[in-house]
T-cell receptor
Framework: EVQLVESGGGLVQPGGSLRLSCAASGFTFSDHFADWVRQAPGKGLEWVGRSRNKANSYTTEYAASVKGRFTISRDDSNNSVYLQMNSLKSEDTAVYYCARDVRINGYSYMDVWGKGTTVSVTS | DIQLTQSPSFLSASVGDRVTITCRASQGISSYLGWYQQKPGKAPKLLIYTASTLQSGVPSRFSGSGSGTDFTLTISSLQPEDFATYYC?????????FGPGTKVDIK
């Protein structure tokens, strides 16, 4: 079964750090890009960032709202992608989803999603 | 950055109704648009990619059309399991913005 499972969420104070993990199974993780998407309580979806695969030099992209504070990395040997979140703000409170990308005509769509992990930034 | 708007933001419909949701981009994005369905407390689900291609396993009552700046998602005959929030997303360039969503509720 193709599956993504996020972990690492929790309660953190403003200015603190947290590292989220996303474990993939049921497919060849190293072939795919991976994205992080978040959803604040009662709000819409916000793309956070992307990790490209080895064939694309493991490069990353970020939303402006997290650039310089969040870092995406991956470990293909462990079929995992990570989101290191530093200098957290209250507005980072959200459910964080990881998603697998499927490449179609040169562009990637998010075809498999995890169930999400909740991050709460509060004093 | 290219912005996406969706209309309506909320619609109330009955089972069997034909429903159309519009997504508009502030600049042309060719056909690099996806549609997602999200039910409360659940992860989003990919319905349509490249504006009009149905993802495997998605019922044929869902269809997408458009290119450039104007796109539509149509549900030909609304079913009870279709009550959800629908988001468009542009994939043409970074950031990979989502639209604000359209909530489809039961009339």
């Amino acid at each position: 079964e193709v599956q993504l499972v996020e972990s690492g969420g929790g309660l953190v104070q403003p200015g603190g750090s947290l590292r989220l993990s996303c474990a993939a199974s049921g497919f060849t993780f190293s072939d795919h890009f991976a994205d992080w998407v978040r959803q604040a309580p009662g709000k819409g979806l916000e793309w956070v960032g992307r990790s490209r695969n080895k064939a694309n030099s493991y490069t990353t992209e970020y939303a402006a709202s997290v650039k310089g504070r969040f870092t995406i990395s991956r470990d293909d040997s462990n079929n995992s992608v990570y989101l290191q979140m530093n200098s957290l703000k209250s507005e980072d409170t959200a459910v964080y989803y990881c998603a697998r990308d499927v490449r179609i005509n040169g562009y990637s769509y998010m075809d498999v999603w995890g169930k999400g992990t909740t991050v709460s930034v509060t004093s | 950055d290219i912005q996406l708007t969706q209309s309506p933001s909320f619609l109330s419909a009955s089972v069997g109704d034909r429903v159309t949701i519009t997504c508009r981009a502030s600049q042309g994005i060719s056909s690099y648009l996806g549609w997602y369905q999200q039910k409360p407390g659940k992860a989003p689900k990919l319905l349509i990619y490249t504006a009009s291609t149905l993802q495997s396993g998605v019922p044929s009552r869902f269809s997408g059309s458009g290119s450039g700046t104007d796109f539509t998602l149509t549900i030909s005959s609304l079913q009870p399991e279709d009550f959800a929030t629908y988001y468009c997303q542009k994939l043409s360039s970074y950031p990979l913005t989502f639209g604000p969503g359209t909530k489809v509720d039961i009339k």
